[in-house]
Protein backbone atom coordinates (compact mmCIF):
# COMPACT_ATOMS: atom_id res chain seq x y z
CA UNK A 1 0.00 0.00 0.00
CA UNK A 2 1.13 3.63 -1.21
CA UNK A 3 1.85 6.04 1.95
CA UNK A 4 -0.73 8.37 1.81
CA UNK A 5 0.31 12.26 0.76
CA UNK A 6 1.02 14.93 3.36
CA UNK A 7 -1.44 17.14 4.16
CA UNK A 8 -0.50 20.44 2.66
CA UNK A 9 0.04 17.98 -0.39
CA UNK A 10 -3.26 16.90 -0.47
CA UNK A 11 -4.73 20.51 0.48
CA UNK A 12 -2.33 21.64 -3.14
CA UNK A 13 -3.75 18.84 -5.22
CA UNK A 14 -7.55 18.87 -4.95
CA UNK A 15 -9.50 16.40 -6.80
CA UNK A 16 -11.30 16.77 -10.47
CA UNK A 17 -7.72 18.78 -11.69
CA UNK A 18 -7.29 15.60 -13.61
CA UNK A 19 -10.33 16.35 -15.85
CA UNK A 20 -8.55 19.55 -16.77
CA UNK A 21 -5.14 19.29 -18.74
CA UNK A 22 -2.64 21.74 -16.66
CA UNK A 23 -0.17 21.81 -19.34
CA UNK A 24 -2.32 23.73 -21.91
CA UNK A 25 -3.31 26.27 -19.52
CA UNK A 26 0.37 27.10 -19.18
CA UNK A 27 1.05 26.36 -22.63
CA UNK A 28 4.04 23.51 -22.24
CA UNK A 29 4.65 19.96 -22.89
CA UNK A 30 3.77 17.46 -20.46
CA UNK A 31 7.54 16.76 -20.12
CA UNK A 32 8.53 19.75 -18.75
CA UNK A 33 11.17 20.76 -16.55
CA UNK A 34 10.68 22.90 -13.47
CA UNK A 35 12.38 25.80 -14.66
CA UNK A 36 10.24 25.34 -18.29
CA UNK A 37 7.43 25.20 -15.57
CA UNK A 38 8.24 28.47 -14.09
CA UNK A 39 8.98 30.26 -16.81
CA UNK A 40 5.81 29.68 -18.63
CA UNK A 41 3.89 30.96 -15.39
CA UNK A 42 5.97 34.08 -15.55
CA UNK A 43 4.62 34.69 -19.53
CA UNK A 44 1.15 33.23 -18.73
CA UNK A 45 0.47 35.28 -15.31
CA UNK A 46 1.61 39.09 -17.11
CA UNK A 47 -0.30 38.07 -20.22
CA UNK A 48 -3.68 36.44 -18.35
CA UNK A 49 -3.50 39.27 -15.58
CA UNK A 50 -6.94 41.49 -15.65
CA UNK A 51 -4.34 44.67 -15.67
CA UNK A 52 -2.78 43.39 -18.64
CA UNK A 53 -6.06 42.79 -20.86
CA UNK A 54 -6.60 39.02 -19.41
CA UNK A 55 -10.21 37.55 -17.42
CA UNK A 56 -9.89 37.18 -13.72
CA UNK A 57 -10.86 33.40 -14.80
CA UNK A 58 -8.43 33.18 -17.31
CA UNK A 59 -5.71 34.35 -14.21
CA UNK A 60 -7.53 31.56 -11.89
CA UNK A 61 -7.24 28.77 -14.21
CA UNK A 62 -3.11 30.08 -14.89
CA UNK A 63 -2.80 30.38 -10.86
CA UNK A 64 -4.61 26.91 -10.60
CA UNK A 65 -2.44 25.00 -13.08
CA UNK A 66 0.90 26.60 -11.78
CA UNK A 67 -0.25 25.84 -8.18
CA UNK A 68 0.28 21.96 -9.29
CA UNK A 69 2.69 21.61 -12.11
CA UNK A 70 4.83 23.80 -9.57
CA UNK A 71 5.03 21.41 -6.83
CA UNK A 72 6.97 17.84 -7.61
CA UNK A 73 4.58 15.44 -5.42
CA UNK A 74 0.87 17.43 -6.63
CA UNK A 75 2.08 17.27 -9.80
CA UNK A 76 3.29 13.48 -9.64
CA UNK A 77 -0.54 12.79 -8.26
CA UNK A 78 -1.96 15.15 -11.01
CA UNK A 79 -0.30 12.65 -13.75
CA UNK A 80 -1.26 9.65 -12.48
CA UNK A 81 -5.00 11.04 -12.42
CA UNK A 82 -4.78 12.06 -15.38
CA UNK A 83 -3.89 9.14 -16.97
CA UNK A 84 -6.55 7.24 -15.11
CA UNK A 85 -9.08 9.83 -15.84
CA UNK A 86 -8.08 9.68 -20.03
CA UNK A 87 -8.51 5.69 -19.80
CA UNK A 88 -11.89 5.85 -17.85
CA UNK A 89 -13.20 8.55 -20.74
CA UNK A 90 -12.07 6.38 -23.46
CA UNK A 91 -13.76 3.23 -21.61
CA UNK A 92 -17.09 5.47 -21.35
CA UNK A 93 -17.01 6.29 -25.15
CA UNK A 94 -16.66 2.82 -26.24
CA UNK A 95 -19.88 1.80 -24.22
CA UNK A 96 -21.31 4.54 -25.50
CA UNK A 97 -25.08 3.73 -25.81
CA UNK A 98 -25.37 1.44 -23.12
CA UNK A 99 -27.47 2.97 -20.40
CA UNK A 100 -28.38 1.16 -16.90
CA UNK A 101 -31.66 1.92 -15.97
CA UNK A 102 -32.52 1.84 -12.29
CA UNK A 103 -36.21 0.13 -11.12
CA UNK A 104 -38.15 2.39 -9.15
CA UNK A 105 -38.94 -0.65 -6.88
CA UNK A 106 -35.38 -1.37 -6.64
CA UNK A 107 -34.58 2.07 -5.69
CA UNK A 108 -37.65 2.00 -2.73
CA UNK A 109 -36.07 -1.36 -1.67
CA UNK A 110 -32.59 0.58 -1.28
CA UNK A 111 -34.68 3.45 0.71
CA UNK A 112 -36.38 1.04 2.67
CA UNK A 113 -33.56 -0.71 3.76
CA UNK A 114 -31.20 2.64 4.56
CA UNK A 115 -33.64 3.88 6.83
CA UNK A 116 -32.97 2.32 9.93
CA UNK A 117 -29.23 2.77 9.46
CA UNK A 118 -30.15 6.58 9.08
CA UNK A 119 -32.31 6.75 12.04
CA UNK A 120 -29.46 5.10 13.96
CA UNK A 121 -27.21 7.61 12.75
CA UNK A 122 -29.65 10.91 13.38
CA UNK A 123 -29.83 9.86 16.75
CA UNK A 124 -26.07 9.15 17.15
CA UNK A 125 -25.71 13.36 16.32
CA UNK A 126 -29.03 14.67 17.92
CA UNK A 127 -27.39 12.93 21.01
CA UNK A 128 -24.22 14.23 20.64
CA UNK A 129 -25.78 17.78 20.31
CA UNK A 130 -27.80 17.44 23.46
CA UNK A 131 -24.46 16.31 25.45
CA UNK A 132 -22.70 19.00 24.44
CA UNK A 133 -25.14 21.64 25.73
CA UNK A 134 -25.36 23.09 29.36
CA UNK A 135 -27.92 21.58 31.51
CA UNK A 136 -30.64 24.37 31.30
CA UNK A 137 -30.57 24.38 27.33
CA UNK A 138 -30.23 20.68 27.02
CA UNK A 139 -33.45 20.40 29.05
CA UNK A 140 -35.43 22.90 27.16
CA UNK A 141 -34.16 20.76 23.75
CA UNK A 142 -35.46 17.85 25.30
CA UNK A 143 -38.84 19.03 26.26
CA UNK A 144 -39.24 20.31 22.72
CA UNK A 145 -38.36 16.72 21.18
CA UNK A 146 -41.97 14.80 20.20
CA UNK A 147 -42.95 11.88 22.20
CA UNK A 148 -41.83 9.70 19.31
CA UNK A 149 -38.76 11.23 18.67
CA UNK A 150 -37.70 11.03 22.95
CA UNK A 151 -38.59 7.18 22.84
CA UNK A 152 -36.66 6.66 19.42
CA UNK A 153 -33.56 8.54 21.72
CA UNK A 154 -34.10 5.91 25.04
CA UNK A 155 -34.21 3.04 22.43
CA UNK A 156 -31.15 4.24 20.51
CA UNK A 157 -29.23 4.67 23.96
CA UNK A 158 -30.59 1.44 25.36
CA UNK A 159 -29.29 -0.58 22.68
CA UNK A 160 -25.57 1.04 23.29
CA UNK A 161 -24.96 1.07 26.90
CA UNK A 162 -22.79 -1.51 26.31
CA UNK A 163 -20.31 0.06 23.54
CA UNK A 164 -17.96 2.45 23.39
CA UNK A 165 -19.50 5.99 23.33
CA UNK A 166 -19.24 7.53 19.64
CA UNK A 167 -18.69 11.26 19.05
CA UNK A 168 -21.48 12.05 16.21
CA UNK A 169 -20.19 13.97 13.42
CA UNK A 170 -21.06 17.55 14.16
CA UNK A 171 -19.00 18.83 11.34
CA UNK A 172 -19.89 22.13 9.82
CA UNK A 173 -19.96 21.04 6.27
CA UNK A 174 -22.21 19.62 3.63
CA UNK A 175 -21.30 16.16 2.28
CA UNK A 176 -19.64 17.58 -0.85
CA UNK A 177 -17.52 19.62 1.34
CA UNK A 178 -16.72 16.85 3.32
CA UNK A 179 -15.43 14.94 0.09
CA UNK A 180 -13.22 17.87 -0.89
CA UNK A 181 -12.37 18.54 2.60
CA UNK A 182 -11.48 15.11 3.70
CA UNK A 183 -8.80 15.27 5.98
CA UNK A 184 -8.84 18.52 8.33
CA UNK A 185 -11.68 20.49 7.61
CA UNK A 186 -10.24 24.26 7.06
CA UNK A 187 -13.23 25.41 5.12
CA UNK A 188 -14.61 26.31 1.86
CA UNK A 189 -11.60 28.31 1.19
CA UNK A 190 -8.54 25.98 -0.52
CA UNK A 191 -6.12 26.40 2.01
CA UNK A 192 -2.88 25.92 0.62
CA UNK A 193 -1.83 27.77 -2.43
CA UNK A 194 0.25 30.71 -3.80
CA UNK A 195 -1.71 33.44 -5.62
CA UNK A 196 -1.78 37.20 -5.80
CA UNK A 197 -3.62 39.56 -3.91
CA UNK A 198 -4.53 42.65 -5.92
CA UNK A 199 -4.30 46.13 -3.27
CA UNK A 200 -5.94 49.03 -4.92
CA UNK A 201 -5.62 52.36 -4.22
CA UNK A 202 -5.64 56.40 -5.30
CA UNK A 203 -1.90 56.30 -6.70
CA UNK A 204 -2.78 52.45 -8.35
CA UNK A 205 -2.79 49.31 -8.13
CA UNK A 206 -0.32 46.99 -6.40
CA UNK A 207 0.42 43.43 -4.91
CA UNK A 208 0.95 41.11 -2.51
CA UNK A 209 2.40 37.88 -2.98
CA UNK A 210 0.29 34.95 -0.67
CA UNK A 211 1.11 31.45 0.32
CA UNK A 212 -1.93 29.86 2.30
CA UNK A 213 0.00 26.77 3.53
CA UNK A 214 -1.93 24.92 5.99
CA UNK A 215 -3.44 27.53 8.07
CA UNK A 216 -0.30 29.16 8.12
CA UNK A 217 -0.62 32.61 5.97
CA UNK A 218 2.67 34.54 5.04
CA UNK A 219 2.65 37.29 2.39
CA UNK A 220 4.68 39.74 1.10
CA UNK A 221 4.56 43.71 0.73
CA UNK A 222 2.55 45.24 -2.15
CA UNK A 223 4.75 45.62 -5.12
CA UNK A 224 4.19 46.24 -8.79
CA UNK A 225 2.73 43.03 -10.82
CA UNK A 226 5.82 42.07 -12.23
CA UNK A 227 8.22 42.21 -8.88
CA UNK A 228 5.01 40.77 -6.95
CA UNK A 229 4.68 37.92 -9.82
CA UNK A 230 8.89 37.05 -8.80
CA UNK A 231 8.22 37.13 -5.37
CA UNK A 232 5.08 34.42 -5.74
CA UNK A 233 7.73 32.22 -6.99
CA UNK A 234 9.78 32.23 -4.32
CA UNK A 235 7.11 31.57 -2.07
CA UNK A 236 6.21 28.47 -4.50
CA UNK A 237 9.64 27.37 -4.21
CA UNK A 238 8.89 27.58 -0.29
CA UNK A 239 5.82 25.45 -0.50
CA UNK A 240 7.69 23.12 -2.72
CA UNK A 241 10.90 22.90 -0.54
CA UNK A 242 8.56 22.40 2.73
CA UNK A 243 6.14 19.59 0.90
CA UNK A 244 9.03 17.45 0.22
CA UNK A 245 10.12 18.07 3.75
CA UNK A 246 7.13 17.12 5.02
CA UNK A 247 7.18 13.43 2.97
CA UNK A 248 10.01 12.82 4.66
CA UNK A 249 9.26 13.69 7.96
CA UNK A 250 5.39 13.97 8.85
CA UNK A 251 5.96 15.68 12.25
CA UNK A 252 7.83 18.82 10.26
CA UNK A 253 4.94 20.76 11.34
CA UNK A 254 5.76 19.99 15.15
CA UNK A 255 9.25 21.23 14.48
CA UNK A 256 9.34 25.07 14.33
CA UNK A 257 13.41 25.51 14.28
CA UNK A 258 13.57 22.84 11.61
CA UNK A 259 10.28 24.55 9.46
CA UNK A 260 11.91 27.86 9.98
CA UNK A 261 15.11 27.04 8.28
CA UNK A 262 13.44 25.67 5.22
CA UNK A 263 12.13 28.72 4.86
CA UNK A 264 14.68 30.97 5.53
CA UNK A 265 16.90 28.95 3.21
CA UNK A 266 15.12 29.47 0.12
CA UNK A 267 15.36 33.05 0.53
CA UNK A 268 19.13 33.32 1.34
CA UNK A 269 18.81 31.32 -1.82
CA UNK A 270 17.35 33.98 -3.56
CA UNK A 271 20.03 36.35 -2.12
CA UNK A 272 17.23 37.98 0.42
CA UNK A 273 15.78 37.45 3.91
CA UNK A 274 12.18 37.72 5.87
CA UNK A 275 12.75 41.58 6.27
CA UNK A 276 13.91 42.44 2.83
CA UNK A 277 11.26 40.53 1.60
CA UNK A 278 8.70 42.19 3.46
CA UNK A 279 7.24 38.85 4.80
CA UNK A 280 4.46 38.94 7.26
CA UNK A 281 3.26 35.50 8.73
CA UNK A 282 -0.48 34.95 11.10
CA UNK A 283 -1.82 31.55 11.48
CA UNK A 284 -5.56 31.31 10.38
CA UNK A 285 -8.05 28.36 10.65
CA UNK A 286 -11.52 27.21 10.52
CA UNK A 287 -13.16 24.32 13.78
CA UNK A 288 -15.97 23.18 11.86
CA UNK A 289 -16.64 20.33 14.21
CA UNK A 290 -17.01 23.30 17.04
CA UNK A 291 -18.23 26.13 15.69
CA UNK A 292 -20.05 27.46 11.77
CA UNK A 293 -17.19 27.95 9.06
CA UNK A 294 -18.19 31.69 9.10
CA UNK A 295 -15.93 31.86 12.16
CA UNK A 296 -12.36 31.72 11.58
CA UNK A 297 -9.69 31.75 14.25
CA UNK A 298 -7.09 34.35 13.65
CA UNK A 299 -4.04 35.87 15.12
CA UNK A 300 -2.32 38.92 14.59
CA UNK A 301 0.77 38.72 12.64
CA UNK A 302 3.55 37.41 14.77
CA UNK A 303 7.32 36.10 13.42
CA UNK A 304 7.13 33.31 11.31
CA UNK A 305 8.63 30.88 14.45
CA UNK A 306 5.60 31.96 16.78
CA UNK A 307 3.27 31.03 14.07
CA UNK A 308 4.48 27.50 13.15
CA UNK A 309 3.92 27.29 16.67
CA UNK A 310 1.01 28.47 17.53
CA UNK A 311 -0.58 26.93 14.49
CA UNK A 312 0.77 23.35 16.14
CA UNK A 313 -1.02 24.83 19.71
CA UNK A 314 -4.44 25.37 17.95
CA UNK A 315 -4.13 21.97 15.83
CA UNK A 316 -4.06 20.13 18.85
CA UNK A 317 -6.51 21.93 20.70
CA UNK A 318 -9.14 21.98 17.72
CA UNK A 319 -8.60 17.93 17.55
CA UNK A 320 -8.79 17.38 21.23
CA UNK A 321 -11.69 19.09 22.95
CA UNK A 322 -13.67 22.53 22.68
CA UNK A 323 -12.57 23.25 26.37
CA UNK A 324 -9.05 23.81 24.67
CA UNK A 325 -9.73 25.21 21.83
CA UNK A 326 -12.13 27.87 23.40
CA UNK A 327 -9.41 28.37 25.67
CA UNK A 328 -6.38 29.58 22.79
CA UNK A 329 -9.32 31.20 20.76
CA UNK A 330 -10.21 33.79 23.92
CA UNK A 331 -5.91 34.39 24.35
CA UNK A 332 -6.38 35.23 20.32
CA UNK A 333 -8.89 37.54 20.60
CA UNK A 334 -7.23 39.95 23.10
CA UNK A 335 -4.64 40.32 21.24
CA UNK A 336 -3.92 42.52 18.08
CA UNK A 337 -4.97 45.89 17.20
CA UNK A 338 -8.89 44.54 17.70
CA UNK A 339 -8.24 43.06 20.96
CA UNK A 340 -11.29 42.16 23.06
CA UNK A 341 -11.30 42.50 26.82
CA UNK A 342 -11.77 38.75 28.27
CA UNK A 343 -15.86 39.50 28.86
CA UNK A 344 -16.34 40.10 25.50
CA UNK A 345 -14.05 37.80 24.21
CA UNK A 346 -15.86 34.97 26.29
CA UNK A 347 -19.39 36.25 24.86
CA UNK A 348 -18.59 36.12 21.49
CA UNK A 349 -16.92 32.56 22.00
CA UNK A 350 -19.69 31.50 23.63
CA UNK A 351 -22.27 32.93 21.18
CA UNK A 352 -20.39 31.47 17.98
CA UNK A 353 -20.46 27.57 20.35
CA UNK A 354 -24.35 28.27 20.85
CA UNK A 355 -25.31 28.96 17.51
CA UNK A 356 -24.02 25.98 16.31
CA UNK A 357 -25.22 23.21 18.27
CA UNK A 358 -28.66 24.75 17.65
CA UNK A 359 -27.49 24.69 14.20
CA UNK A 360 -26.77 20.84 14.41
CA UNK A 361 -29.81 20.89 16.48
CA UNK A 362 -32.28 21.21 14.04
CA UNK A 363 -30.31 19.53 11.58
CA UNK A 364 -29.92 16.50 13.77
CA UNK A 365 -34.11 16.63 14.85
CA UNK A 366 -35.03 16.89 10.93
CA UNK A 367 -32.57 14.17 9.37
CA UNK A 368 -34.24 12.03 12.77
CA UNK A 369 -37.87 13.03 12.10
CA UNK A 370 -37.67 12.13 8.67
CA UNK A 371 -35.85 8.62 8.98
CA UNK A 372 -38.76 7.60 11.42
CA UNK A 373 -41.61 9.03 8.77
CA UNK A 374 -40.25 6.09 6.18
CA UNK A 375 -40.02 3.69 8.68
CA UNK A 376 -43.65 3.78 8.99
CA UNK A 377 -44.37 4.73 5.60
CA UNK A 378 -42.92 0.99 4.63
CA UNK A 379 -43.20 -0.86 8.19
CA UNK A 380 -43.13 -4.16 6.87
CA UNK A 381 -39.42 -3.64 5.79
CA UNK A 382 -38.14 -1.97 8.82
CA UNK A 383 -36.50 -3.91 11.49
CA UNK A 384 -38.50 -3.49 14.60
CA UNK A 385 -37.53 -1.00 17.24
CA UNK A 386 -38.25 -2.03 20.90
CA UNK A 387 -38.67 1.23 22.85
CA UNK A 388 -38.56 0.27 26.51
CA UNK A 389 -41.44 2.06 28.41
CA UNK A 390 -40.23 5.11 30.31
CA UNK A 391 -41.67 8.82 31.53
CA UNK A 392 -39.76 11.26 29.17
CA UNK A 393 -36.20 12.00 28.54
CA UNK A 394 -34.35 14.82 30.53
CA UNK A 395 -31.06 16.24 31.01
CA UNK A 396 -30.63 13.90 33.94
CA UNK A 397 -31.38 10.97 31.89
CA UNK A 398 -28.73 11.62 29.39
CA UNK A 399 -26.04 12.53 32.32
CA UNK A 400 -26.58 9.02 33.89
CA UNK A 401 -26.61 7.29 30.71
CA UNK A 402 -23.46 8.51 29.99
CA UNK A 403 -21.89 7.66 32.97
CA UNK A 404 -23.38 4.37 33.44
CA UNK A 405 -21.78 3.61 29.81
CA UNK A 406 -18.19 4.77 31.32
CA UNK A 407 -17.93 2.62 34.27
CA UNK A 408 -19.29 -0.15 32.33
CA UNK A 409 -16.30 0.01 30.17
CA UNK A 410 -14.46 0.28 33.25
CA UNK A 411 -15.33 -3.47 34.39
CA UNK A 412 -17.49 -2.12 37.16
CA UNK A 413 -21.00 -2.93 35.89
CA UNK A 414 -23.98 -1.40 37.57
CA UNK A 415 -27.42 -0.79 37.29
CA UNK A 416 -28.57 -4.13 35.59
CA UNK A 417 -31.84 -2.82 33.81
CA UNK A 418 -31.38 0.58 31.80
CA UNK A 419 -35.02 1.36 31.75
CA UNK A 420 -35.28 1.39 35.58
CA UNK A 421 -32.13 4.05 35.41
CA UNK A 422 -33.86 6.12 32.61
CA UNK A 423 -37.25 6.53 35.04
CA UNK A 424 -37.40 10.60 36.36
CA UNK A 425 -35.12 11.42 39.46
Known sequence: MSRPSPPMVRAVYQDGLAERDLYAVLQVAAAAGAAEIRAAYRRAALAAHPDKGGTPQTFHDVT???DVLSCPIARAL????????????????????VSRKRSSKASESSNSRGAQPRLAGSLCKLHTVLQSMDKTRRNESI???SSSLQKSLIAYMEERRHEPAEAGDMTDTTGEEQAEEADVCQGKAKSSSVRLRAVRSGAGTKYSAQLDLDSLRSYTRQNPLEAAVEAQLVLAQVRDRLVAAEEENPSLWQEPDEFCEIFHTVLREHSTNAETFGLSVFVQMRA????????????????LAEAVALRARLVSARQSSWKELRQEWLQLLQQGKKSLSLADAETFVDKARSEFLERRLLQAIGSAEKAQQELLDKPEKAEEV??????HLNAQ???V????AETWHQGKRHNEGLPEMLRDP
Not at 288 to 301: E, F, G, L, R
Not at 401 to 404: A, D, E, G, L, R
Request: net charge positive.
Open 143 to 145: SNL
Open 401 to 404: HTQN
Open 386 to 391: KVPKVA
Open 288 to 303: SQWVANSHCITSPVVS
Open 78 to 97: YDRDRQRWLAKEEQERQKKG
Open 397 to 399: ILK
Open 64 to 66: SAF
